[in-house]
C-alpha cells in the first residue's frame, strides 16, 4: 500500500510558474516509476508526465513538452513538476501515481495507487 500526498497547486495567471510535488510513503517496492496525470472537468485523466525510480528517465505527453519538467533527487526524494509557460487549458486537477512495474506508462491503469489531487487554475 503506498500513500501518496500532492502539493503545490494553486491560482496562477497565464504565462507563469507552478512546482507540485509528490510525497510517497508505505511503498513495499524500491523500483517503482512515478506518474503525473491531470483531469479537467468533463474530460478523461490525461498522462502528463513520468519519471523511473532512479530519476534517470522521464516521459511527457506532447501537450507539455518543454514547458512541464518532472524530477526528482533520488529514489526515496519526493517528486516535483514544475510547470512553466501555463495555459489556460493546463486548469486541472493534478494527481501523482505509482506504478510498481516502473514501466514509465501513460495508461492510467497501469497505475496502482493515487494521491487526492491538488488543483490547478491558470487564469486568462
Request: net charge neutral; aromatic share 8%.
Amino acid at each position: 500500500q503506498v500513500h501518496l500526498v500532492e502539493s503545490g497547486g494553486g491560482l496562477v495567471q497565464a504565462g507563469g510558474s507552478l512546482r507540485l510535488s509528490c510525497a510517497a510513503s508505505g511503498r513495499t517496492l524500491s523500483r517503482y516509476s512515478m506518474g503525473w496525470f491531470r483531469q479537467a472537468p468533463g474530460k478523461e485523466r490525461e498522462f502528463v508526465a513520468g519519471i523511473s525510480w532512479s530519476g534517470t528517465m522521464m516521459r511527457y505527453a506532447g501537450a507539455v513538452e518543454g514547458r512541464f519538467t518532472i524530477s526528482r533527487d533520488n529514489a526515496n526524494a519526493p517528486v516535483d513538476l514544475q510547470m512553466n509557460s501555463l495555459k489556460p487549458e493546463d486548469t486541472a486537477i493534478y494527481y501523482c501515481a505509482v506504478d510498481d512495474s516502473g514501466s514509465l506508462s501513460s495508461s492510467t491503469s497501469r497505475y496502482t495507487s493515487w494521491g487526492p489531487g491538488t488543483q490547478v487554475t491558470v487564469s486568462s
